[in-house]
Nanobody, 125 residues
Framework: QLQLVESGGGSVQAVGSLRLSCAAY????????MAWFRQVPGKEREGVAA???????SYADTVTGRFTISQANAKTILYLQMTSLKPEDTAMYYC???????????????????WGQGTQVTVSS
């Protein structure tokens, strides 16, 4: 099995920065690509950024130019560097991983095989 554990969330003022981390444990050789999603209560989970899913990196329009996704240690650690944060970035952020052989847009929630427990990001104005 594969376990994903996020960290790095917290509270920050607008235009501030945060870096989220996601550590992968277990059968990491199964991972084809990884992504960050976010969700606010009452809304659907939405894709924020992905790496190696649809090209080297992919970003939601709302975060392009402000967020950067990266990996380390042979896909065992995933990062999301968030800058110029806005109150509308407030959400629970989830790390996700997809196995080899899955063909779907990176934003498709159901195409991911593994999910972390989430880390809360709160941006105040």
């Amino acid at each position: 099995q594969l376990q994903l554990v996020e960290s790095g969330g917290g509270s920050v003022q607008a235009v501030g920065s945060l870096r989220l981390s996601c550590a992968a444990y277990g059968y990491t050789y199964r991972i084809h690509c990884m992504a960050w999603f976010r969700q606010v209560p009452g809304k659907e989970r939405e894709g924020v950024a992905a790496i190696d899913c649809d090209g080297p990196t992919s970003y939601a329009d709302t975060v392009t130019g402000r967020f950067t996704i990266s990996q380390a240690n042979a896909k065992t650690i995933l990062y999301l560097q968030m800058t110029s944060l806005k109150p509308e970035d407030t959400a629970m952020y989830y790390c996700a991983a997809r196995n080899f052989g899955v063909e779907a847009p990176w934003t498709e929630v159901g195409s991911y095989n593994y999910w972390g427990q989430g880390t809360q990001v709160t941006v105040s104005s």
